[in-house]
C-alpha cells in the first residue's frame, strides 16, 4: 500500500493496529464503530465489525464474523466470514457488485472480499477465514477528522485512543467499548 495512505488493520483475535500504529488487542463481543468519517455531520461512510467468541459467542477469544459498510447512512453492504455478501440485510450472487452510479465496487479476488469506494479513496479488505480486515483511505483531507476503534487518522500518537465521546483514554478497553454499537450485544 502507498504511504501517503492512512492505513489500518484488525487481525484474528482481534490484534487491532490504528491509522497512526497504534497496536492493541480487545476482546469485546458485540458490534463496534470500527472507523467513520467524522468530518461531516451526516458521514459518507461507516465501517463497522461484529465480534463474537470463537468457540461460544461471549466467551473469549473473540474475533471479527463479519464487516459492514454503510455509505451516506444508506445502503449497508455486509461481508460474512464465508464471503457471502449482504446488501440491506439480503445475500446478493455477484462476484462483483458497482456501487451506486459509479460510486465503486465489491469484488472477490484470492479468498478476499475488496470493497472500493471512489469517494474520499476509501479501500476495505475483509478475509473472513482469517478474520482479518484492513481499511485504507486515500483522502488526505480526512487526517485528523475520522474516529472509531482504528484512531483519528491524524498519525499523531496521543490522538490513538479518542473516545466516541471525544474525551482521550489511556485504557484500551474503556476506548474500545465507548464504540458499541447500541444493541448489537448478545
Known amino acids: 500500500m502507498d504511504v501517503c495512505r492512512l492505513n489500518a488493520s484488525g487481525k484474528r483475535d482481534p490484534h487491532l493496529s490504528t491509522f497512526s500504529g497504534k497496536k492493541y488487542s480487545f476482546q469485546g463481543y458485540c458490534s463496534y464503530t470500527l472507523v467513520r468519517d467524522c468530518s461531516r455531520n451526516t458521514p459518507y461512510f461507516d465501517i463497522s465489525a461484529d465480534f463474537r467468541g470463537r468457540f461460544q ?80 483511505i486515500g483522502n488526505k483531507d480526512l487526517a485528523g477528522k475520522l474516529c472509531g476503534m482504528f484512531g483519528d487518522g491524524s498519525k499523531v500518537k496521543g490522538h490513538d485512543l479518542l473516545k466516541s465521546d471525544g474525551t482521550k483514554t489511556f485504557n484500551t478497553t474503556e476506548f474500545a467499548e465507548s464504540w458499541v454499537i447500541k444493541g448489537s450485544c448478545p
Do not use: C
Open 57 to 136: 459467542p461471549t466467551q473469549p477469544p473473540t474475533r471479527m464474523v463479519s464487516v459492514t459498510v454503510r455509505i451516506d447512512e444508506g445502503d449497508a453492504y455486509t461481508f460474512l466470514e464465508d464471503h457471502t455478501i449482504l446488501v440491506n440485510d439480503r445475500p446478493v450472487p455477484e462476484k462483483l457488485l458497482l456501487i451506486g452510479e459509479d460510486n465503486g465496487y465489491i469484488q472477490h479476488v484470492d479468498g478476499t472480499v475488496e470493497m472500493h469506494l471512489k469517494k474520499d479513496d476509501v479501500f476495505l479488505k475483509w478475509n473472513g477465514k482469517n478474520h482479518e480486515a484492513s481499511v485504507s
